[in-house]
């Protein structure tokens, strides 16, 4: 219902004096990079990091490596957090729903 619609959208290409492709990875000696992560919660864990563009080799080392640990970690993680749950979190929870049906 767009009578201006002229199709999909194509940028156009600009020439740039700075691009210089035969520059680029080319750097043999390179051996690491750098990742700068940002989490929300305390306690995240990065491991088996893999870079590549290959997307069947990326699911190939994700079934050899993460599917292999993930239901470990997972069963770990709840044994932790119930291990160190406070006893008293669930009765303080019943107490203040107490609280609130009196002041009903």
Known sequence: DNP?????????????????????????ELT??????????AGSIFDNILVTDDKA??????EETWAVI???????KDAWKKANKPDDEDDEEDED????????
């Open 4 to 28: 201006d619609y002229k199709g999909e959208w194509v940028h156009p290409m600009i020439p740039n004096a700075a691009y210089a492709p035969d520059t680029y990875a080319k750097y043999p």
């Open 97 to 104: 729903d107490d609280d609130i049906k009196d002041e009903l």
């Open 70 to 76: 993930a239901e470990g970690e997972k069963d770990a």
């Open 32 to 41: 690491t990079v750098g990742f700068e992560l940002w989490t929300v919660n």
């Open 57 to 62: 080799y990326a699911d190939k080392m994700a």
